[in-house]
């Protein structure tokens, strides 16, 4: 029958929405509904192909830079190296309204350069600043809103885990996705610093005025030689894969190393940080190959019944154009953000989107952008936004219902960072093709 892929893809989707309302995990319910589906659909016989592929998706050097970026990440919070730089960027920020929430985005900016994190970023600007804004009288629609603007960003910001996780599902290339997300990133924290500034001008209330300590010129520049062998990580990792001096794989590696040698530099280096750091790396790790095994099988399962192509057909069918199929995408995956989390959203859309990308002729690296975009908004979009719980988790006094309304704003930000990048697609794509020629 014509149209009999909609019945298989029904039946797909309706089974693991089933799984996901059990609590299996995520990773797991894939895994299942892949030998499920080829045992159904294709006999035993499919389910060696499963075997070979599963190790063939995860046996790839492309992919070292997961662990590595999430190794960083974990050393520099239990280090304390990252809240070093957020004190750093408070002194040089000086007496701006809001200027807790703008350290708050500076810090995050930074922190995301450095280690692609986001779920740490939040649980350590969280713990560190808030109790701060608190105190100082900030209320949760900039003290809160700022943790969550600033935590985001290393979703989009070089090196990020879950954009090398993103280009190794989509098959694209991870450095120029990387290298991609440094503008969009750049002007992201832009917008969210003109936010927080006029806002605080606006209503004072939210984030009162305070004498903050004078800093001097000298004293800002005796703090920023202070930080800059800290800063030096960033030319490391992102620097030499623009430049072309290393892959991301050796980037990530030498980051992983520089990263150490800081920490002892500056007497942060302990026993206990290094084992927590390999221990929650190595757990992450794992769940991330599995994810990666899960959507390799589900997207031979999709093509293997015909259920792609059918898709595919259909869509190329609708004539909507590349900006109309482009945009039902992301919206696709924003109400998605609404409920699941980013993982479970890239195993779901990715095997069915990018043959549609493909097929319509949509440039690759310029709709991962955009669909990276949408992640770190499916991160903060209540109800179920990871970022949001993490919030909760660092700051227990608060009430989930104003860590929901903080995120409003951001989402707001996010959305027209998105119009702006459909509209200048050259602010992704300017820096990938430097690095392609």
Request: charged content about 10%.
């Amino acid at each position: 029958m014509e149209y009999e892929w909609v019945t298989t893809l029904g039946f797909f989707f309706g089974l693991l929405m089933l799984m996901m309302l059990s609590g299996m995990p995520v990773a797991i319910g894939f895994i299942t509904l892949n030998i499920v589906g080829l045992y159904i659909y294709l006999g035993p016989g499919a389910l060696a192909l499963l075997a070979t592929s599963s190790f063939t998706s995860i046996g790839q050097f492309a992919l070292i830079p997961i662990p590595l970026f999430i190794l960083m990440g974990e050393l520099l919070m239990r280090t304390g190296l990252a809240s070093k730089t957020v004190e750093a960027v408070d002194h040089w920020i000086g007496r701006i309204p809001g200027r807790l929430s703008l350290s708050s985005v500076g810090g995050g900016t930074l922190f995301g350069a450095l280690s692609g994190a986001s779920m740490a970023s939040v649980a350590m600007l969280g713990s560190t600043l808030v109790p701060e804004m608190t105190r100082r009288g900030y209320k949760p629609a900039m003290s809160v809103s700022s943790i969550l603007a600033g935590g985001g960003l290393a979703v989009l910001i070089p090196p990020s885990a879950l954009g090398v996780l993103l280009g190794a599902l989509a098959k694209v290339s991870i450095a120029q996705l990387l290298v991609a997300g440094i503008l969009p990133g750049v002007v992201l924290a832009a917008m969210y610093f003109i936010y927080f500034a006029v806002r605080a001008k606006i209503q004072p209330e939210l984030a009162p005025p305070y004498e903050a300590v004078s800093t001097s010129l000298a004293q800002k520049l005796y703090i920023l030689l202070t930080v800059a062998p800290l800063l030096s990580l960033i030319v490391v990792v992102t620097g030499f894969i623009f430049l072309g001096i290393a892959t991301p794989s050796e980037s990530a590696a030498m980051g992983v190393v520089a990263t150490i040698i800081l920490a002892a530099c500056y007497g942060r280096l302990t026993w206990d940080a290094v084992a927590k750091s390999l221990m929650s790396a190595m757990t992450t790790t794992a769940m991330m190959l599995l994810v990666i095994v899960g959507s390799t099988g589900f997207s031979q399962l999709l093509a293997a019944t015909g259920a792609t192509s059918g898709l595919v057909t259909s869509v190329a069918n609708l004539g909507l154009g590349q900006v109309m199929t482009v945009i039902v995408m992301q919206l696709i995956v924003l109400v998605l953000g609404c409920f699941i989390d980013t993982i479970s959203i890239m195993l779901v859309a990715i095997p069915v989107f990018m043959p549609i990308v493909q097929a319509l002729g949509i440039h690759e690296i310029w709709f991962c952008i955009l669909i990276l975009v949408q992640l770190e908004l499916a991160g903060i979009t209540p109800p179920f936004g990871v970022l949001l719980f993490v919030m909760k988790g660092v700051q227990q006094h608060l009430k989930i219902s104003e860590i929901y309304k903080a995120a409003i704003p951001i989402v707001a930000i996010q959305i027209a960072l998105v119009a702006l990048l459909m509209i200048f697609p050259e602010i992704v794509t300017t820096l990938p093709d430097l690095v392609k020629n």
